[in-house]
């Protein structure tokens, strides 16, 4: 705020054009935000299910006292797993920034729509997340398209509602 003032601020896009596929264009940045979106959820599932600190931070995670009994430094996995989250949203922020315009309320519409999907997946499953994330993101955009955006939020919540009213753990009830 300090340095750049309290307007908001516009970032160029550094990949202008589009690419033709099946006689539809395809924004070229585009495009490259769901490659690096691609590469991110991979190489953190890569971090978390084949590495030993991804071991460390998912035994922290299942039993936090037994994780310390083994001897695993749980502050320091706690300052590690917030550092990588927040340069994932760092990334993100980025990576945004040229198809919206930058303040510290850029990433607040993003929040419900995450949470939404992580209930609706299922809490703590690779799966759950895609899924719940291809539920919420898929119906908000078929219902924008035919109707409104207000509709589309309606419809999202109410399918949010019924689907954790019938599976109260998510769709992949916990299921890694």
């Given at each position: 705020?300090?340095?750049?003032g309290?307007t908001?601020?516009?970032?160029?896009n550094p990949?202008?054009g589009?690419?033709?596929f099946?006689?539809v264009?395809?924004?070229?940045y585009?495009?490259?935000?769901?490659?690096?979106?691609?590469?991110?959820?991979?190489?953190t599932f890569?971090?978390?299910q084949?590495?030993?600190?991804?071991?460390?931070?998912?035994a922290v995670?299942?039993?936090?006292?037994?994780?310390?009994?083994?001897?695993?430094?749980?502050?320091?996995?706690?300052?590690?797993?917030?550092?990588?989250g927040a340069a994932?949203?760092?990334?993100?922020?980025?990576?945004m920034a040229?198809?919206?315009s930058?303040?510290?309320?850029?990433g607040v519409?993003?929040?419900?729509?995450?949470?939404?999907?992580?209930?609706?997946?299922?809490?703590?499953?690779?799966?759950?997340?895609v899924?719940?994330?291809?539920?919420?993101?898929?119906?908000s955009?078929?219902?924008?398209?035919?109707?409104?955006?207000?509709?589309?939020?309606v419809?999202?919540f109410a399918?949010?509602?019924?689907?954790?009213?019938?599976?109260?753990?998510?769709?992949?009830?916990?299921?890694r």
């Open positions: 705020m300090i340095a750049f309290p908001a601020q516009q970032v160029d990949l202008p589009t690419i033709r099946l006689a264009g395809y924004p070229v585009r495009l490259f935000i769901m490659a690096i979106a691609v590469l991110a959820a991979a190489g890569a971090i978390f084949r590495t030993r600190l991804g071991l460390a931070a998912r995670i299942a039993n936090r006292h037994a994780a310390s009994s083994l001897g695993i430094n749980t502050r320091r996995m706690d300052r590690l797993t917030f550092a990588l994932l949203a760092g990334l993100a922020g980025a990576v040229p198809l919206m930058v303040d510290p309320q850029m519409g993003f929040l419900i729509p995450a949470f939404l999907s992580i209930l609706v997946g299922g809490a703590g499953s690779l799966l759950g997340a899924l719940g994330t291809s539920l919420i993101a898929g119906s955009t078929i219902v924008s398209s035919v109707w409104t955006q207000i509709a589309a939020q419809v999202v399918l949010a509602i019924v689907v954790i009213r019938l599976f109260p753990e998510g769709l992949t009830r916990g299921r």
